[in-house]
């Protein structure tokens, strides 16, 4: 895919489908060039970097199993070769499988772990090196961080520690201008928060917020370019919970 090295860069995680596609769609008409990273499916990544090429965008393709340090380094390296550098790291990447603790198994648990917790620490560790100057880093958290839903025990552990991650690694970067920071969003219509829930179960959920509805992709995306972008440059070591009033 074609590119402009004078754009400013952003890696964004999972960004083939979902919250994710949307994130790189929306950077990708903010003026960034898009890395969409994948972890397997290659087909939906390139017809998204298509799509935003299309749209007079700039975007590239790029396989990475987060959960895989060295995976995690050619992903930068790959960026860094092809554009100079990167300014913005979106942590979107993630998995969701619910189950009681006590019914949670040893797999459900290492892979929520490797993924989640373990993927977004590769990531920051590289761009606590990596990332230039005055750049900008989204995690992404939970608002069940504070809901406490049942079920959702190992999937809020790994977004908490998530969250402890952020405050620190805001402070630890200190004196080189970058933000770290992360979104929690509410019950949001993609297909992983759909997915094994009855219409009841969903229509329960979208009037637990006040505004009485899902969030969409799109509702994310614009809280990820904000915090990419000008105007949240002062926002730092933040935890935004985009829910619609959740919590």
Partial sequence: MSAQASNPVAIVTGASRGIGAAI????????????????GDAAPAEALARQIENAGGHALTAQAD???????RRLFDAAETAFGGVDVLVNNAGVMQLAPIAESDDALFDRTIAINLKGTFNTLREAGKRL???????NFSTSVVGLNFPTYGVYVATKAA???????????????????NAVAPGPTGTDLFLKGKTPEQVEQLAKLAPLERLGTPDDIASVVSFLAG??????????????????
């Avoid at 987060?66 to 995690?72: E, R, T």
């Avoid at 230039?132 to 989204?138: A, H």
């Fill in 24 to 39: 790189a769609e929306r950077l990708a008409r903010d003026g960034f060039t898009v890395v969409i990273n994948y972890a």
């Fill in 66 to 72: 987060v959960a895989d340090p060295i995976a995690v």
């Fill in 162 to 180: 998530v969250e402890s991650m952020t405050h620190i690694l805001s402070k630890e970067l200190r004196g080189r201008s970058i933000t770290v």
């Fill in 132 to 138: 230039r100057n005055g750049g900008r880093i989204v």
């Fill in 230 to 247: 000008p105007d949240g440059r002062w926002v730092n070591g933040q935890v935004l919970r985009a829910n619609g009033g959740v919590i």
